[in-house]
């Protein structure tokens, strides 16, 4: 039996490591651990000879405190500096976890207005920017608030579009799908609609051989996605958010961890899941560090 001295010492390292753990989940990983994540691949139907640099920024979810317009700005000078040839957002710009203060979507929506790269800053919406809009999910069509906020601002929202770009003479797509569960809640009402997903809609709009981008705020669509796709870009997992060593005991896909980070390969596709930058349900991270990614396509001259 241990002595009552020794019980009080070892709750007491207990709970002093308890209040070490919370505060790097709360403070050091989701604000001091800020990276830039580098990939480099030719992937299948990428020309070697297209050298293409993609910054990706996804899954902001802005609020005050954890998300404030300032550590926006940041995230935007330092994607700036990463000289890609052009950024794409991937969803979920919106916090709708109890722990914080909304920002209003015009304050982040013009902090994100000052990306730059030469082929432009190109945006889908996340499953958060719907489910924070009762009215838009009720009308089941058109954009939620955090996506008028971003075309107000100058950046393009694609819902289920593509469009064709061209770097060095070298034409590539940019295929940008609709939010896979943007009406979840909305189940109990019998809405008519799961997500506002069509990604063979979308595909049809490819009109020639040049490689395809997918944009997929929600990396579950991966499996059906066709070998015509020579990456898909993913958000929404944020890497678990909380990442013990490999184990994720949270991860928000039908999938469980198959798709929670990183570079994957199935049956020859390639998908790249980043873990964004902001936090979900609780502002925590642990393990799972906020980052920026940064893709070299082809190979460079």
Same mark, same amino acid.
């Given at each position: ?24 989940? +709360?403070? +050091? ?91 432009? +800053? ?7 920017? &719907? ?57 109990? &009402? ?21 490689? +395809? ?89």
């Amino acid at each position: 039996m241990i002595s009552r001295r020794t019980f009080l010492r070892l709750f007491g390292s207990a709970v002093a490591l308890g209040a070490v753990s919370t505060a790097y989940g +709360v403070i +050091v990983e989701p604000f001091l651990r800020l990276h830039v994540k580098r990939y480099a691949l030719t992937p299948p139907g990428w020309p070697k000879d297209l050298s293409l640099r993609v910054a990706i920024v996804t899954d902001l979810h802005a609020c005050d405190p954890w998300m404030t317009v300032s550590h926006i700005e940041n995230i935007v000078a330092l994607t700036n500096d990463s000289g890609a040839d052009v950024i794409l957002l991937l969803g979920d710009y919106i916090a709708t976890h109890r722990f914080q203060r909304p920002l209003a979507p015009a304050l982040w929506a013009n902090a994100l207005a000052k990306l730059q790269a030469p082929l432009g +800053v190109h945006a889908v919406l996340g499953n958060h920017d &719907w489910w924070n809009d009762q009215r838009a999910m009720a009308r089941g069509h058109g954009l939620p608030a955090a996506g008028l906020a971003l075309q107000d601002a100058g950046v393009p929202i694609y819902q289920n579009q593509s469009v064709r770009l061209t770097k060095d003479g070298r034409g590539f797509w940019l295929a940008g799908l609709g939010d896979q569960i943007a009406f979840i809640p909305q189940r109990g &009402w019998r809405h008519p609609k799961y997500g506002m997903d069509d990604l063979a809609g979308t595909l049809a709009q490819v009109t020639d051989d040049a490689p +395809v981008l997918l944009l997929a705020h929600e990396p579950d669509i991966f499996p059906h996605v066709p070998q015509r796709v020579s990456l898909t870009l993913s958000g929404h997992t944020h890497g678990g958010q909380i990442n013990l060593f490999g184990w994720t005991p949270v991860v928000p896909s039908r999938y469980g961890s198959r798709y929670v980070y990183g570079h994957k390969i199935e049956d020859g596709r390639h998908i790249i899941v980043s873990s964004g930058l902001g936090c979900s349900g609780i502002p925590v991270r642990i393990g799972a560090a906020p980052e920026i990614v940064v893709i070299d396509l082809g190979l460079k001259a």
